[in-house]
């Protein structure tokens, strides 16, 4: 009797292992996806966090902007002075995230909205993160985290 596998079962095998390989991949691939989306959120949360804690402690500098020109953008490198602890990298190329890159901040009546800008130089391209002052943002369960952070307009009294 002859050791070994015949030319079939290779085939079967190996059409088995294909067909499996079709199955998984794709699956595979989409939660890769979903996490990279996950962190690009995350990471615009704490962008705007930061801008946030950077506007408490700088509540003149931030009147005169909004007086002078009716908003104000605070960059990635203005909130890498004490307020964003990591330094953030984009997850699709792996670079660090550009410091042009910030949160503008206008001001609604006595409320400061925030939204997360891909340039403050031209701000064309805004994604708003904000909600109303009382509520949050409502918790989310996604692969990579259970907890939510709370989204939202600070308020922040006007100085006399």
């Known amino acids: 009797m002859r050791k070994g596998f015949t030319l079939v079962e290779l085939l079967a095998t ?24 996950d962190v ?6 704490s962008i705007v966090a930061a801008a946030k804690l950077w506007a408490t402690d700088h509540r003149l500098e931030l009147e005169r902007g909004i007086n002078q020109t009716g908003n104000y953008c605070v960059t990635v490198g203005e909130l890498k002075n004490g307020y964003l602890e990591e330094e953030l990298k984009d997850p699709d190329t792996e670079e660090e995230i550009s410091e042009s890159v910030g949160v503008q901040i206008t001001k609604d009546g006595k409320n400061y909205v925030y939204q997360y ?9 805004t994604t708003p993160t904000t909600t109303s002052p009382t509520t949050t943002a409502p ?22």
Request: net charge negative; charged share 10%.
């Open 139 to 160: 918790a989310t369960t996604s692969p990579t985290s259970t907890t939510s952070i709370p989204t939202g307009t600070a308020t922040i009294p006007p100085t006399t």
């Open 117 to 125: 800008v891909d340039s403050c130089t031209s701000q064309s391209t």
């Open 14 to 37: 190996i059409t088995i292992l294909g067909l499996i390989a079709l199955l998984v991949v794709p699956t595979v691939t989409g939660t890769l996806n979903s996490f990279r989306e």
């Open 40 to 45: 690009k959120e995350n990471q615009k949360d």
